[in-house]
């Protein structure tokens, strides 16, 4: 295990984690960490979730990443006012704090760069086209975490509202300088793409299967909560693999892995480590493969310790203060406060 200098800690802001971190170094972190999971190098704190009024949500996710000597936690309050995702990143050996991380930015680098991972190593390898579904916050990453992997490929983005949709491919333009277009209807951005990301907020499934081009990969990174779906079932009836960040969360939240896979046998999804360490893998003969991203500790613990060891050579972040633990004075109730209680 590798151990860590002393203190300071470091709060590392949102700026700091987009000059230091690119998507090609996000995935390859992901990677690493994902692959020291499936060999039991590293392990992952299923994520959580409670629920509140209209739609309120609180999420903790995190891991132990041996190797690199550290181990943290994410959490957030996703509310319709916003959110502010924190990482906090603890030393292996001593339990000493050694940053807390601005992670919306991380976020998305991890959620791009876990899909970046699955593309990589279940998309075609000639894979040409590509199709961007949503266009919210977390299109950009996607499209970034693609290209990463299949640089060669033209995007097609949809999203119900034109004016969104074109604004995303215009941004594609001025930063990628690829091929990219607005698709008019979903049908028309699924139509013979070999990938094919969905990124949305959608509540009924709305991509079935005869609408996708054999041998095509699908990254549904969407329906994270039981009110949502973006799979219809008849998805996994061509799937030749299917695979998940973290298949305890897909058992525990996926309302439309729970739905299809009910008491069929869960041994077909596979977490995407296995995939790395070589199996399953796609085949001359696979027709669809699917990546289901629920959000993995591991992978957030990954680029959060990537993050913190690019800060301290780049010199960013400030220190956080740590004053030293104060005795308790403990009184029974009602007592004075005159002094403290021997």
């Keep these: 295990m590798s151990t860590r200098a002393a203190p300071p800690a470091l709060w590392i802001t949102e700026a700091d984690v987009a ?10 972190a992901v990677e690493r960490a994902l692959q020291a999971e499936a060999s039991g190098a590293a392990q992952n704190l299923l994520k959580t979730y409670v629920e509140w009024g209209s739609g309120g949500t609180l999420h903790a996710l995190g891991g132990a990443l041996a190797g690199k000597g550290v181990v ?44 970046g991972v699955a593309t990589r190593w279940l998309a075609a390898e000639d894979a040409r086209t590509f199709a961007m579904i949503g266009s919210g916050k977390q299109a950009m990453a996607q499209i970034a975490a693609v290209l990463a992997v299949r640089p060669r490929c033209a995007a097609r983005v949809f999203s119900p509202t034109t004016a969104h949709r074109e604004a995303v491919v215009a941004r594609v333009h001025e930063v990628f300088g690829v091929d990219a277009s607005p698709a008019a209807s979903l049908d028309e951005a699924i139509d013979g793409a070999a990938i094919v990301t969905l990124a949305t907020r959608a509540r009924a499934p709305f991509l079935h299967a005869e609408g996708l081009a054999r041998g095509a990969h699908v990254n549904a990174i969407g329906a994270i909560t039981p009110d949502r779906a973006e799979l219809a079932g008849d ?61 993995a500790g591991i992978a957030d613990v990954a680029l959060g310790a990537e993050v913190l060891e690019r800060a301290e050579r780049a010199g960013r972040g400030r220190p956080v203060d740590q004053p030293v633990p104060a005795e308790i004075n403990w009184r029974p109730v009602g007592a004075a406060s005159s002094g403290p209680l021997r």
């Design 235 to 295: 998805v996994f009836g061509r799937c030749g693999v299917v695979a998940a960040d973290s298949v305890p969360a897909v058992q525990q939240l996926s309302r439309e892995f729970r739905e299809y896979y009910g008491s069929r046998d869960w041994a077909a999804v596979v977490p995407l480590g296995n995939v790395i360490a070589g199996a399953p893998r796609r085949g001359p003969d696979t027709d669809l493969t699917l990546f289901k991203a629920m959000g």
């Design 72 to 115: 943290g936690s994410k959490t957030w309050a996703h509310t319709a006012g916003g959110a502010t995702p924190l990482l906090v990143l603890f030393d292996a050996a001593s339990g000493a704090l050694c940053a807390v991380v601005e992670a919306f930015a991380l976020g998305q680098l991890r959620t791009g760069a876990t899909s």
């Design 19 to 28: 000059a230091v971190l690119d998507m090609h170094a996000a995935i390859s």
